[in-house]
């Protein structure tokens, strides 16, 4: 009777701790499910197989949805990540009011008439968002403090470099951020959403997955076959990315950063990372035309603790990627330096002149 008693529980012990492998394994794949906007309890969704048996979550998919949300979590909503259904129902009759008036053709009586483009030319939220912030972890939404290194290099960075926050004129080419030099927005600023240019590709093919994003027009080939990332001697503005299946989530992890001026922010803005900087993205699809994002940002030398960001992005009909000139950019550099010492030079002689 001892035996048979031990031997059921050893087969209980192990049912039960599979079902709990079981729910771990699925845990990822329904919060992404109810995070994108699906109905608590709804079945996961599976995403059809590529010819080679992988997950296909190909497209193009955009994040306009979440351009009005902030990357951190404004304080009135606390640790709310969700906006209540009344709430959403204001956004979208907001959104609805905007295509409207993006469709206005004339102005309107006495309306103040500025110079810029037309309203129809911007990129708007095409339906309300579900989260109040793209921070999900911590549960305020906010940005975890910065160690001691982290805010010497973000004071550096707001006194030095013009898009960190400096007015002053640039001395040299390496007082502007990579993002005004139309070079880079990092691998989380390639993401997350900004006022247009929100269109990222994914392509795949047997044991890589390609990711092409709008604007600045990056690309990365990430191979999916198990191989070590380079050494640490080779870095660059996006890092060395390898990829991995776990279940119908694409994982890509991605290391070896330049020490460089791109932060974890819109366009690449905020704090300059480090050369620790690890990035561990989720891609899922979470329906035929939705994937949903997930990044973790670990950064000992910036951060004081690792952080998540995470939100969906979804296809939507008629939706292509432009190509991303910045021609402006390009000369833009050159004539703010040859304007800034043309104006040294104005009061160099200015001030000569008075002496005299």
Request: proline letters at 8%; charged letters at 20%; hydrophobic letters at 35%.
């Amino acid at each position: 009777m001892r035996h048979r008693i031990l031997g059921s529980c050893v087969v209980l012990t192990a049912a039960v701790i599979a079902v709990i492998l079981a729910a771990a394994w699925l845990a990822p794949a329904a919060q992404a499910q109810q995070a994108a906007g699906s109905a608590p309890g709804a079945k996961p969704y599976t995403p059809p197989k590529t010819p080679w048996g992988d997950p296909d979550i190909q497209g193009i998919f955009t994040s306009d949805d979440y351009i009005n949300v902030g990357l951190q979590r404004q304080p009135q909503f606390g640790d709310r990540l969700f906006f209540t259904e009344e709430e959403m129902a204001q956004r979208n009759a907001q959104i609805q009011n905007q295509a409207k008036n993006d469709l206005q053709e004339f102005a309107n009586p006495d309306a103040r008439v500025g110079t810029g483009p037309p309203g129809h030319w911007g990129e708007r939220a095409r339906r309300a968002p579900r989260q109040t912030s793209l921070i999900v972890d911590p549960a305020d939404g906010r940005m975890p403090a910065l160690t001691p290194d982290g805010r010497e290099r973000d004071a550096w960075a707001r006194a030095n470099i013009q898009g960190a926050g400096t007015s002053r004129p640039a001395d040299s080419w390496e007082g502007y951020s990579y993002y005004i030099r139309c070079i880079t927005r990092g691998v989380a600023g390639s993401m997350l959403p900004v006022i247009y240019g929100n269109g990222t590709e994914i392509v795949q093919g047997p044991g890589y997955v390609a990711i092409m994003n709008e604007m600045v027009h990056e690309a990365r080939i990430i191979p999916l076959d198990g191989r070590p990332h380079v050494g640490s001697n080779i870095r660059s503005y996006m890092g060395d990315s390898r990829g991995r299946w776990e279940g119908n989530t694409l994982v890509v992890e991605t290391t070896n950063f330049l020490h460089n001026k791109t932060g974890i922010g819109p366009n690449g803005g905020g704090p300059p990372t480090s050369d620790a900087l690890r990035l561990v993205e989720r891609f899922t699809r979470t329906a035929p035309d939705e994937l949903y994002y997930e990044l973790d940002v670990d950064d000992p030398k910036t951060f004081t603790r690792p952080f998540k960001i995470a939100f969906p992005i979804r296809q939507v009909p008629g939706y292509k990627n432009f190509e991303y000139a910045c021609h402006e950019g390009n000369h833009g550099m050159m004539n703010q330096l040859s304007a800034a010492r043309a104006q040294e030079k104005a009061a160099e002689e200015a001030a000569k002149k008075g002496q005299q």
